[in-house]
Structure formats: structure tokens, C-alpha cells
């Protein structure tokens, strides 16, 4: 009996197998054994590996690091999963950028991945449930704890959710020469925000310009210092939906200190670029120049150290403020890459697992760019790398770049108000007031303000 019953399994086994087999004459494994390298399932139930298609629009520029190591990962990843297609569109305008996304997404054709910031326009269509939570994608891969903090943290919204891969690691400097702080007496870097005003009337008593101003990203910075030192991030945060008014007594002492540093600002800012700005400061023009570790490649020698010359400093502190200290200052990850949640596909997954697991390398040693991660062997590195990846794990609490926390309208605004601001054709008053009468007008399109 036991021999018969051996047999029978057996011939039935054999039936299923054939019958497995009839469909497209190949052989067909389980979906769940069909895996690609990274180990993700990456198979539609037939035997053959799923085919991938994805449609990214970007607000990255071709010449983009970041976007290279992408590109450079998904040719990589295509070598062994022939059925797979990555289709870049690079709009490097950011107005022309975000209102082609706006278009696309009131026709309900957003691309499969897109660049978006954690503003209220991306947010409404987080809570349409549109896109994959990244939380969730991360926790699924099983790689959360690979990144720097500030990379999960960064893109985080209000209620904490995060919806965004990042890909750089980025820490803001002031960056100064040595030579023009030591000709206008200048014998150590301000560690205040009083003492950042006195170096700059030093050297413009010195017939030094002060700051090499031009790059609006930068420049919509310097009004957030004061408000930061004195009350963190819950400025922005309370401000831009109206629960707390510009016109209060932090918005007053922001503007108030903010068109105070303008006036040293470099002749012409307000129709000047990124570019004039670099120019400037590495032709001597100015002694200080504000901007982050994205801009490094120009600052540094064939070594990957600081130009002969060349010093930096983090934000100073506030004698007035201690809301936040020394060790919270501007640190971020650039715009960040959504996917639309219909698009998440096992394929996807196993795409995505790819590039993460390659990423930090390609970034840092092909691309000479702080990835969102820590590179394997950082002890290589040259000293100025090996100290920005140091400030991107101490940072302690980020500051906020307001023009991203704003809703769009208010953030046009802003950069209006402010450039009225800095070149005295307003008061740090008035600014308040138009700032507070545009969060009337615009917030409510984007804010529940009822909260």
C-alpha cells in the first residue's frame, strides 16, 4: 500500500508539472522564487521578469551629479533586466519646472517618478494618497537605518510623513577668505549673529566688499537666521498657515536684522545669479560668500581640499535666542524624487533596492557627490569631505528654508518683499505686513488653517 501510495504522489506530481508547462512551452518557476540580484521579486507570475518602464521628470540639470548616478545606475541595472526602460526629462527651470508638474497633475498624468519639495502643492497630493510613502518603501526594503538622519528627516512634513527619496547630503557654510578678514582686523570667525554684522562693516570700512550675493536659494536664507536662533523652526512652520504673524515680535527682529546684513550685500544682487555670485567671491571680489557643500567642486584643489586661503564657518549663534545652539544650523538633501503610487510595482521595488544598494559609492567616487548615505571606506576621503559627512550626522536640528515651506504664491511674495527689503524701499514693517497679507490671501488654497 505504502508503495502504491508513493506512486500515485509521484504520477501527480508529474501531471502538475506537465500541465505547469502546456501554456508557452518554457519552463515557468513560482513567482515568489523568481528574483532579481537584489533579491526583490521582481516577476508578473509567468516566469518572465516583469518589464519596467519609468517616466522621470526632473528639475535636475543633465550636468546634475546626482541625476548622472542615477542614469549611470539604471544603464547598469539594464544590463541584466533587458525588459527595463528609465526615461529622463531634465527641466532645470524651476518655474518652468514646477508649472509643467502642476499641469500634469490636473490632467492626472504625472510621470512615474518626479522632483518635488515638501511644500503644500507636493503635500496636497500626498493626502490624494497619489504617492508611495517613502517610509514605508524603505521599511519594506529594509534600508532606513542606511541613511543620514537628515536624509529621512529633511523631506518629512508636518505630521512626520515622508514621501520623498533624497539623494545629496548637503551642510551650508559661510565661506570666507582668510586674508581679507586679517586685512579689516578680523582675528577670529563671528561666532554670533552681532558679530557677523561687525565683521561685515569691517571689511566694508576696509573697502572690502562684504558678501558675494546673487544666488535667491541663498539669499532667502539670511531673514530665517534670527527667526531660527530664536524660536527654531516653529516660526516658519506657525507663520506661513497664520497662526503666528510676521508682524510679531520675531518677524519684526528677523527683517529688522535681515536688511541690516543686505546692506553688504555685492553691488547689483538683485539681477545677479548663482554664477556672479561664485565669480565674485573666488575672484576676490568679496570676502564672504553663503552657500552649501553643493557648490564645493568650485572651492576646493585638485586634492578635494579648501583653496589655498579659503575658511569656513557654520551659522553663528544668538545671544538673544537659544531656542537652537552651535550644533543646529542649514543642513539638507536638495529637492527630493516621488513616486506615484500606482507606478510601485514589484519591479519597481526591485529597481529601487538596486539603486540604493549601489548608490553612495557611485555618488561619492564616480560623481564626486555627498550622497544621502555614508559611503564605504569615508576614512579616504579628503579631511574637508570627511568633516561635511562629520556635520551631517551631528546636526542636531535643521533649519528650514522658508521658500520651501511656503505655499507658492506667498513664496513669490516673499522674494519680491524681500528684495524691496534689502534695497530700503521698505521697512522691516512693512515687509511683515505684506508677508502676513499674502499668507491671508494664498494659505488657506493650501493649509488647513482651522488646526
Excluded at 508649472?99 to 500634469?104: D, R
Excluded at 535667491?216 to 516660526?235: C, Q, S, T, V
Aim: net charge negative; hydrophobic share 35%.
Amino acid at each position: 500500500m505504502k508503495k502504491k501510495l508513493v506512486m500515485l504522489l509521484t504520477s501527480l506530481a508529474t501531471c502538475a508539472a506537465l500541465m505547469a508547462g502546456c501554456g508557452g512551452g518554457e519552463e515557468t518557476a513560482p513567482a515568489e522564487q523568481t528574483q532579481s540580484e537584489s533579491g526583490s521579486t521582481a516577476d508578473n507570475g509567468s516566469g518572465k521578469e516583469e518589464p519596467l518602464v519609468i517616466n522621470y521628470i526632473s528639475a535636475r540639470g543633465e550636468t546634475d551629479a546626482a541625476l548622472k548616478a542615477v542614469k549611470k545606475l539604471a544603464e547598469d541595472y539594464k544590463k541584466e533586466h533587458p525588459n527595463f526602460e528609465f526615461n529622463v526629462e531634465s527641466v532645470a527651470d524651476r518655474a518652468t519646472y514646477l508649472q509643467k508638474i502642476k499641469i500634469l497633475a490636473s490632467s492626472n498624468e504625472l510621470p512615474d517618478w518626479f522632483d518635488a519639495d515638501p511644500e503644500a502643492f507636493f503635500e496636497g497630493l500626498c493626502r490624494k494618497d497619489l504617492i508611495y510613502s517613502v517610509d514605508e518603501l524603505y521599511e519594506e526594503l529594509g534600508i532606513s537605518d542606511r541613511f543620514f538622519d537628515i536624509a529621512l528627516d529633511y523631506p518629512r512634513f508636518s505630521d512626520g510623513s515622508n514621501y520623498l527619496m533624497t539623494w545629496q547630503g548637503n551642510v551650508e557654510y559661510f565661506w570666507y577668505h582668510t586674508d581679507m578678514f586679517e586685512q579689516a582686523g578680523i582675528t577670529a570667525a563671528p561666532k554670533t549673529l552681532d558679530e557677523l554684522l561687525e565683521a561685515c562693516r569691517k571689511l566694508q570700512d576696509a573697502g572690502i566688499t562684504p558678501i558675494a550675493a546673487g544666488n535667491y536659494d541663498m539669499i532667502m536664507r539670511y531673514p530665517a537666521f534670527k527667526a531660527f536662533r530664536l524660536e527654531g523652526n516653529d516660526f516658519i512652520d506657525n507663520a506661513r498657515m497664520g497662526k503666528e504673524k510676521f508682524s510679531s515680535d520675531t518677524g519684526i527682529k528677523t527683517a529688522e536684522y535681515a536688511q541690516k546684513i543686505m546692506q553688504y550685500y555685492s553691488e547689483g544682487w538683485t539681477n545677479s545669479d548663482a554664477t556672479a555670485q561664485m565669480d565674485l567671491f573666488l575672484n576676490n571680489g568679496a570676502a564672504i560668500l553663503y552657500t552649501g557643500t553643493w557648490d564645493t567642486p568650485d572651492l576646493v584643489d585638485e586634492n578635494g581640499e579648501l583653496k589655498e586661503g579659503i575658511s569656513t564657518f557654520k551659522l553663528p549663534v544668538d545671544v538673544e535666542g537659544t531656542a537652537t545652539g552651535e550644533n543646529d544650523y542649514y543642513a539638507n538633501c536638495g529637492i527630493g524624487t516621488a513616486v506615484l503610487k500606482e507606478s510601485m510595482t514589484p519591479a519597481m521595488k526591485d529597481f529601487i533596492a538596486y539603486i540604493w544598494d549601489n548608490y553612495a559609492d557611485t555618488a561619492m567616487y564616480e560623481f564626486n557627490m555627498l550622497p544621502s548615505m555614508m559611503p564605504s571606506n569615508p576614512e579616504q576621503l579628503p579631511g574637508l569631505t570627511q568633516q561635511i559627512l562629520s556635520d551631517l550626522e551631528a546636526c542636531g536640528t535643521f533649519a528650514q528654508c522658508w521658500d520651501v515651506r511656503l505655499d507658492p504664491s506667498t513664496n513669490e511674495v516673499y522674494r519680491k518683499e524681500l528684495a524691496s527689503l534689502g534695497m530700503m524701499e521698505s521697512t522691516p514693517e512693512e515687509f511683515c505686513e505684506n508677508m502676513d497679507k499674502a499668507v491671508a490671501q494664498y494659505a488657506a488654497d493650501y493649509f488647513d488653517t482651522a488646526e
